[in-house]
């Protein structure tokens, strides 16, 4: 079988229609890497758009005998990655939505006092300063202020993606450090 760069990109995906091994390592071997930075362009996280380049392979793979004739496979493999991207930050923005509503419900919910514990609310606070600079800054103004990722986004300005990206990495960094707990007391505070 000669090389993808000897190859027309609909000959390719007809191969790959044949489930010619080959050829699908070899769109993979070229592309691949492409895709995970053109991800990352959009997530700002290797391993989730590692993930997401990934998937596609695996689709096109798994899928292939049910597509429509594609005539320019690379395109198609970048609008599938942006797609899938896309659909990601969606889910970040719905997911993100209904932790700070649940937070809200648990605050104004009948829920006795909680006596906060002034050693753990030191650590939450000094786990909250080992953040790097604008993850900090952009974590105190969401969660402690109560602003809105779109108003911090706007006095920051930077975009509503990099917000939720810092909050993504905020969250992960502090739940590393103290559990999921901390988004307790995080209510209370």
Same mark, same amino acid.
């Given at each position: 079988m #000669?090389?993808?760069?000897?190859? @027309?990109?609909?000959?390719?995906? %007809? #191969?790959?229609? @044949? @489930?010619?091994?080959?050829? /699908?390592? %070899?769109?993979?071997?070229?592309?691949f890497k492409k895709l995970v930075l053109f991800a990352e362009y959009f997530l700002m996280d290797r391993e989730e758009a590692e993930d997401i380049a990934q998937e596609v392979f695996v689709d096109l793979w798994t899928n292939v005998r049910e597509l429509p004739e594609i005539s320019n496979l690379k395109s198609y493999l970048f609008v599938q990655v942006r797609n899938r991207c896309l659909n990601r930050l969606?889910?970040?923005?719905?997911?993100?939505?209904?932790? %700070? /509503?649940?937070?809200? #419900?648990?605050?104004?919910?009948?829920?006795?006092?909680?006596?906060?514990?002034q050693e753990l609310l030191k650590r939450v606070y000094g786990v909250i300063e080992e953040l790097p600079d604008q993850s900090k800054v952009i974590f105190k103004r969401c969660v402690l202020d109560g602003k809105k990722y779109r108003e911090v986004a706007q006095e920051?300005?930077?975009?509503?993606?990099?917000v939720n990206t810092h909050m993504k990495r905020a969250y992960k960094f502090i739940r590393s450090r103290l559990g999921v707990s901390f988004l307790i007391l995080l209510s209370v505070i």
């Open positions: #000669a090389s993808i760069g000897e190859l @027309r990109m609909d000959d390719t995906f %007809q #191969a790959i229609k @044949r @489930r010619e091994h080959v050829a /699908w390592k %070899q769109l993979f071997e070229i592309y969606k889910h970040l923005h719905v997911e993100d939505f209904s932790k %700070q /509503w649940l937070l809200e #419900a648990q605050m104004y919910a009948e829920i006795p006092e909680v006596e906060i514990d920051m300005e930077i975009s509503v993606n990099t």
